[in-house]
């Protein structure tokens, strides 16, 4: 006999410092740590849509999903053993252009199709929309692939046309997304498949379900701690935004910036100009990239010789004494900050003619520059020229450099 008493609760377990995802034109937003109703034996009967869009999920024939503790960053996940789902109310979706996201594991040990959300439906077959994965895979046995629809790869033994999922049974976030021009799938911040044409005409309008392809098989076995519908095809930023979101959640795809290409060493001419740059990446988004230079450990602004402190190309005007040293760049964004290596600026004051020789022909020259009132004479950078200037030259002429 079933049990009759029911356990309805928001869960509590939220602990964490977070804030939401970027909510343009969020229509379903399920997670599994807030919002859930569970029955007497833990098992998940109704689920919260916060996306504010009405879109809840309940069990429908049978047992819903059993809500675990702490498997994933701490939070809870829904546990899909296979012949469990949840019915959406109404319909998510109504744009070409969409984007799901779900943070899920694959845990399945027999082969075929698996669908985490779906409108399949009998008189939708070849339009409806799903994201799921397969072991049906072109790229060889043992290997599971990822699917976008029927449109997207996988659907058929030897069909093309989309990646492989890494380490399936580990956590992990997975999108796909249906653009205007071509269509896309990431598994965290990678992006692993897609077509450069975009998926044909879905049709929305059939009943949707979580863990299930539409009214028969398919399921889902594993878990979904998460998961995010949109009606709009998100940008590469707003991309990184959810998934810095999920990021400080659930500690999965991590995103801090990765120096591409460092600054490299510049030997100048005495008062010539200076140019480092850095080139990061990491995550889908370089927009969202702050960066810092230093010299010799000290913050440099736009003042002075200093222009571009806070861009990946920092310029140094008219290189003097006070301007060699070493340079690094700090790149950050929203998950930490990471150094570049350093890049010395260096020059031979005392080759002022720029010859790679120290002779006469670099003292006359100076002193001319000096006599003259040229800004490159001024060798202690003090933006003076004075006795200084010429005394600090002198020791450096009689020192070889």
């Excluded at 964490?16 to 034996?41: E, M, N, Y």
């Excluded at 694959?106 to 985490?116: A, K, L, N, Q, Y």
């Excluded at 709009?232 to 990184?240: H, S």
């Amino acid at each position: 006999m079933k049990h009759a008493i029911f356990a309805a609760f928001l869960l509590a377990t939220v602990s964490h410092a977070q804030s939401d995802p970027v909510g343009r034109a969020c229509t379903l937003w399920i997670k599994a740590d807030a919002g859930i109703t569970l029955d007497g034996q833990g098992r998940v009967i109704a689920a919260t849509d916060h996306s504010g869009s009405g879109h809840n999920a309940s069990v429908g024939a049978g047992q819903g999903p059993l809500l675990v503790p702490s498997v994933v960053g701490g939070l809870p996940a829904m546990r899909f053993d296979g012949g469990r789902w949840l019915s959406i109310a109404g319909l998510p979706l109504s744009s070409q252009q969409f984007t799901i996201i779900a943070v899920v594991n694959d845990t399945r040990s027999d082969g075929g199709f698996r669908e985490v959300i779906s409108n399949w439906d009998f008189g939708n077959t070849l339009s409806s929309v799903f994201l799921g994965t397969t072991s049906l895979d072109p790229a060889g046995p043992n290997t599971t692939r990822v699917r976008l629809t029927d449109d997207v790869g996988g659907a058929n033994q030897g069909q093309g046309g989309v990646g492989t999922i890494s380490n399936r049974t580990s956590h992990f976030i997975l999108t796909g997304i249906s653009r205007s021009t071509n269509a896309e799938v990431f598994q965290n911040r990678t992006l692993i498949a897609g077509r450069d044409t975009p998926i044909s005409a879905r049709n929305f309008s059939t009943p949707w379900v979580i863990g299930r392809q539409g009214p028969i098989s398919e399921f889902w076995v594993g878990d979904i701690a998460e998961i995010l519908v949109y009606n709009a095809d998100l940008t590469r930023c707003e991309l990184d935004a959810v998934y810095d979101y999920l990021n400080g959640r659930y500690g999965l795809a991590p995103c801090s910036p990765q120096i591409t290409r460092p600054p490299f060493d510049v030997a100048i001419c005495p008062g010539g100009t200076a140019t480092l740059s850095v080139e990061a990446g990491g995550g889908t988004c370089t927009d969202n990239f702050t960066y810092r230079w230093t010299r010799n450990g000290q913050l440099l602004t736009d003042e002075g010789p200093y222009a571009g402190t806070s861009t990946p190309v920092l310029t140094i005007a008219g290189v003097t004494s006070q301007t060699v040293g070493e340079y690094r760049c700090t790149v950050s964004n929203a998950c930490g900050d990471t150094p570049s290596p350093a890049a010395n600026v260096i020059t031979c004051f005392a080759d002022f003619n720029c010859d790679a020789f120290v002779d006469f022909f670099d003292y006359d020259a100076f002193v001319f520059a000096f006599e003259s009132g040229d800004p490159r004479a001024d060798t202690n950078g003090d933006q003076f020229l004075d006795f200084f200037d010429y005394d600090e030259f002198m020791g450096l002429f009689e020192s070889g450099c």
